[in-house]
Nanobody
């Protein structure tokens, strides 16, 4: 059984910063790609940032120059540092990890953490 638990969401004013974290636990042999996604009300879930096992990163245009994704393999954790936040960044943020469990790779999702940017 694998579980992803997110933390760090909350309410922040426009222009502020927030860091969200996601930690995996369970019967994990190894972790591949990790990523952050978000879904605003009425919208489809979209990719925000991804990081490979080799730490190559990719960002949505909306996140470039403002967000930073990083990972700590020893802690089985992925982070998303969000700076210069805008009201349009308001969404539920989900992490996803590609995890090797009993020699089979599967994608796992966190439960989501709410990020609200408002004055």
């Amino acid at each position: 059984q694998v579980q992803l638990v997110e933390s760090g969401g909350g309410l922040v004013q426009p222009g502020g910063s927030l860091r969200v974290s996601c930690t995996a636990s369970g019967s994990i042999l190894s972790i591949g790609d990790m990523g952050w996604y978000r879904q605003a009300p009425g919208n489809q879930r979209e990719s925000v940032a991804t990081i490979t096992s080799g730490s190559s990163t990719d960002y949505a245009d909306s996140a470039k120059d403002r967000f930073l994704i990083s990972r700590d393999n020893a802690k089985k954790t992925v982070y998303l540092q969000m700076n210069s936040l805008k009201p349009e960044d308001t969404a539920v943020y989900y992490c996803k990890m590609s995890i090797n469990v009993y020699y089979a790779w599967s994608d796992f999702w966190g439960q989501g953490t709410q990020v609200t940017v408002s004055s």
